[in-house]
């Protein structure tokens, strides 16, 4: 029996959308092949070791739901013991971190992995960190010429100390309306689009809550499509998928708490443009240094440009997501996509001891 470690829930933000992409994976899982032990991450960062699983769980409530989600003490069955993260590691087994957001997509357990030695499903330390941070994505886009919105970065330094050079900075190189990030997130936690200058001090005061790097970028009107990678060095894409939109931007709980998200998979794009974003797809994957999975968001424009807005190397993982739709898609099972990323996980691995 194969034993896989399945770290879900995080610190970030984004804790939520991890567990509902845990509670589908373990479903999904080949129980004549391997056993899967949980281990969720709490809100306040502690390790609980949970069920190990030998079959897939009937409810959600096998995976501490509410417990994972939120310490709100609405969870009289938890009986998980905390561990010292160190504990996860057994000789052959591999963790799948299927977290998203800061402390769980950015590298940092990608390097505690890497520390302990052992096997992991997704991206290593430089993709996740690349991948995480808007404003070394886009630097990295920008060197392997791959087109993107105008942006400014900025350091909450240079923002406290001379706000109005910022101001005049984003006016003189991007037209209202802007969107304003913070560098290390996802979800669209911490973003905001604004119309004016009150609006946009406002938006860096929230966005400088959550990192000490932000980015502003040229807000355009377009449709949003998606490409799926999976492999290592060599990689494959999908076809594109549309995200459909009714509201300007969908905020975290439109996106995975109300589920107002409609996809179109395929979408229905030219080809000459399936043919171009499946490249710059690939090329963003490689010049990040992505293994395993990513999703390559696009905008693309009415006039058809094209423009990466980022790779995300831990997309949401439910059955219902995207990700896992694209593949679909393409003819690879929710099960099969696993099991492919497990093997991807360890062939990298091997590559690297
Ligand atoms: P996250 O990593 O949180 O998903 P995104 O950069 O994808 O951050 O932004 C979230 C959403 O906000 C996008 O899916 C899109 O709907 C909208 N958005 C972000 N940047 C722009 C932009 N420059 N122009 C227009 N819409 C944008
Ligand atoms: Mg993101
Ligand atoms: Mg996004
Ligand atoms: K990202």
Redesign the pocket.
Known sequence: MKKIVLIYGGRSAEREVSVWSAFSVLKAMDYTQVEVQTVFISKEGDWVKGTLFTAPPKNEGELHLSYAISKEDDAPDYTGVIISPSEIYEKGAIAFPVLHGPMGEDGTIQGFFETIKMAYVGSGVLASANGMD?IMTKHLLQVAGIPQ?PFVPVLRNEWKTSPKTIFDLCEGTLVY?L?V?PAN?????G?S?VENRQELQKAFELAFEYDSRVIV??????R?IEIGLLGNEEVKTTLPGE?V?EA???DYNEKYIDNKIQMAIPAEVESEIVVKAREYAKRAFQILDGSGLSRA?F?LTKNGELFL??L?TMPGFTQFSMYPLLWENMGLSYSDLIKELITLGEKRFEVRQ
């Open positions: 808007k919105v309306p969107f990030k997130m996802g979800s669209s936690v973003i689009k970028e040229q807000g355009i009107d377009a949003e995200i939109k300007a931007f969908y968001d905008f807005n980022e995300n």
